[in-house]
Structure formats: structure tokens, C-alpha cells
């Protein structure tokens, strides 16, 4: 992938996570300095849903997917208020498969950790923040909260911080609003196709829910910690093993 497309930040994130499970330090570094130089973030996860929901619409029915059960089961995804058909199932299917194309972020963010940029200097520093921007641009919601979550991270002590905090509050409010907003066939169809945030964002302008409000902070105790300070909270104490 990165020979055939070396512009494209994908290959070196694959090239970064296969490094990383090798243990390879130098392969780590090699991609992440690719990666800092591409142009431009495709995972191809729209092509592969539109693909894979074409060609199974075309399939003949298992008789596993017209129980009772089943069909309510999609009814309750999508919103059906008709019958189930394949269709339904298809688009299913093709949002496995598109998912199967994610890269796994793990080694990302621990190649790309505070001390991991600390202990290696400003070399390691700049690569990973040109990756995380490019990131945190992506049309997936979870590209953004991962590259603005370590944005915040390696920017809390820096100027740009407050920016990097800010854009991750306003991505936290997209990800808790959208959770009201189940989306129906053509909604999840357009989420695939067109981009899963800028059709989230189309959503909630629609409702009136584009921004939050400006003391607005998330449900979540780490994400509340990240979006006010760029560090997770600390660690609450274990009880010890018989304390009264």
C-alpha cells in the first residue's frame, strides 16, 4: 500500500502497526516520518461498504436472516417501520466489511504517547503531530477522537493546546448528540458513502445541535479531564485488599 500509494497516510499507519507488533523501533520511526509527509488520509472504508452492500443485496437470502427475531433486530437498527428486506441485511454486512478496513490505533498511540515523544526529542515530536493532524481531519469520528485526543495530550503544556482542547470538546458533543440521532437506512447509507462526520454534522445542524454550549464538557470522567487540563485524570487509589 505504501509503495502504491505513498501519499496516503494509510499505508504508513498499516507500516507503523506492523512495525510496532515486530517490535521494530527503526520501521516505527520510518513510517511515522511517511506518514508525516503524505498528503492526504484514505482508508477506503466508504468504497469497501458501497462495494460489499452492492454485491450482497444481490444474494439469495439465508434462511438465518428471515427469522422473526432477525428481522426485528434490523427493524430496531435502521428504523423500519416495513418489512426487512435484503437490502437491510446488506448494508449490515457492508458496515463489517468497511470497518475491517480501520486501522488499529493502539500502536499509534503509544508510538505517539507524551513519553514516548519526550524520551525520543523533537524528531519523534513533529512526525507524530503532522500524523495526528492529518488525522484528526479524517471523515471517521473515531480518526478524530484519537487524533485530537493525543493532540491534546502532547499540547498541554503548549500554546496551541486550548485548540487542540476545544476541538475535542466539540467532538465529544458530536459523539454524545448523534447517539439521539439512530439513524434510518438512507441516513446510515449516506454516512458510508459520503462521510461519517460531515453527515453527522449535516444531522445535527438540522436539529439545531451544531455546536455546544460554551460550558458544555463531557459525560465521561477521562474525556471531562482531557478536554479542561490535555491529561486523563489521575488514577483513583485501590482500596487495599481488608481495609474497613
Sequence with gaps: LVALEPDNLDGWLLALQLAQ??????????????GAKARYFDQRSGDSFMRATRALADLPV???CTTPEFAEFLRDIWRLERQPRMEDLAMVQGMMAAMNEMRAY???REACGVEQVDRLGAGRGNACRSVLQRLSDGDLLIDRLIGETTMAELTADTGDGEHWRERLRKTHWMAEQVRSLKP??????????????????????????????????????RARSLVLTGRPPPEKKREQAGAR
Design 62 to 64: 439465508s434462511p438465518a
Design 106 to 108: 493502539a500502536q499509534l
Design 21 to 34: 507488533k515486530r517490535g521494530d523501533e527503526a520501521g516505527v520511526a520510518k513510517a511515522l516520518e511517511g
Design 184 to 221: 434510518d437506512f438512507d441516513t446510515g447509507m449516506r454516512r458510508w458513502s459520503e462521510g461519517e462526520v460531515p453527515t453527522m454534522q449535516s444531522e445535527l445542524v438540522a436539529v439545531g445541535k451544531s455546536l455546544p454550549p460554551t460550558d458544555w464538557l463531557p459525560s465521561n470522567e
